[in-house]
Each structure stands twice: as C-alpha cells, then as structure tokens.
C-alpha cells in the first residue's frame, strides 16, 4: 500500500459529503477493491471513520 493513498482517502472523506466506493476509486485511479482495501486498513489503524454499506 502507499502511503500517499489512505492520506488522500481520508482528506477526501474529511471534506465532507457521501461519496461512494466507486467515486473514491476513479478520483483516485485506483480499483473499487484497492479502496475498500485501504479503508479498512485505515479502520484497522484506529482511525475513526464512518462507512455506510448501501447497495448500487
């Protein structure tokens, strides 16, 4: 994983709004599973983070 990714994920998330898995993949020119990936991996770094699982 680099490290510039979940630091880009999280000013992303922190500007506010809901943004979707796929959103977050082509603003960043990552896979939907790399995003997914790293949030949790963000999660796991005990990092408070929302995420709302929705279909679509």
Known sequence: MRADRPL????RLQSGGKV???A???EL???VRT????????ARAAV???LQAFGG
Do not use: G, N
């Open 8 to 11: 880009a994920l999280l000013l």
């Open 20 to 22: 979707t898995e796929r």
């Open 24 to 26: 977050l993949a082509v």
């Open 29 to 31: 020119d990552v896979s």
């Open 35 to 42: 995003v997914c990936r790293e949030l949790v991996a963000v």
């Open 48 to 50: 408070r983070t929302f």
